[in-house]
């Protein structure tokens, strides 16, 4: 008789890490998630809601993307990667007889992440080109003067909690009666390193070596 081959449960294999958001968002925890070997955490996005890290009920239509860089022991660390606002919530502020302007810019903080940060303004009622062109100028010119000034971390809590669309709209006001300015997404572009700005891609080792191959 032959002897069957031993079949090893894959699941009870797998050990548990909790992740972890960055410090600068209180090094929260964002749940916990199994793997046989903590290489293959590296890369991996995982997505929360403002609402779940705050408790703040209005902010549940803001998603954030934090990717795991680094696993010690049992805990996996995280970097943010971008933000998004749902697209439900971004469908119910658009009204009939109203513009809506949109402008896609990249800057960098004044620590050196460049990130692309996309902006909607929408305004009371329907406006000529002239006037979307000169709002999103409005846009263009704050943002290329808010990033520098801020460090990464600083410029997306400027975000997040507000101060850039606010800013914003009370500028564009001036050329056009605006409803709502939203900073709709940004996405981390280049990070900084000691060899200099490189792509903000985090590539599992495991991946590295079956490339090398």
Not at 51 to 80: M, N, S, W
Not at 188 to 212: F, H, N, R, Y
Request: aromatic share 8%; hydrophobic share 35%; charged share 30%.
């Amino acid at each position: 008789m032959s002897s069957r081959p031993v079949v090893k449960d894959k699941w009870k294999m797998k050990k548990w890490y909790e992740v972890l958001a960055p410090e600068e968002f209180g090094g929260v925890s964002l749940g916990s998630i199994p793997a046989d070997d903590p290489d293959k955490l590296i890369g991996r996005v995982i997505e929360t809601t403002m609402y779940d890290l705050t408790g703040d009920i209005t902010q549940v239509h803001v998603k954030l993307y934090f990717q795991i860089i680094k696993v010690e022991g049992d805990k996996a660390y995280t970097r943010l990667k971008g933000h998004e606002l749902a697209r439900d919530y971004m469908k119910s502020l658009v009204r009939r007889k109203s513009s809506k302007i949109q402008g896609i810019f990249d800057v960098e903080t004044k620590d050196g992440y460049k990130l692309r940060v996309t902006i909607v303004a929408l305004t009371s009622y329907r406006c000529k080109t002239s006037q979307k062109k000169a709002i999103r100028k409005i846009m263009r010119e704050y943002i290329y003067e808010k990033a520098p000034q801020l460090n990464y971390y600083e410029f997306i809590n400027e975000i997040l909690k507000g101060t850039v669309s606010n800013d914003i709209a009370e500028r564009a006001r001036k050329i056009y009666p605006i409803r709502r300015v939203e900073v709709y997404k940004t996405k981390l572009l280049m990070i900084p390193t000691p060899e200099g700005p490189k792509p903000a891609v985090v590539i599992s080792p495991i991946q590295l070596k079956k490339t090398a191959k």
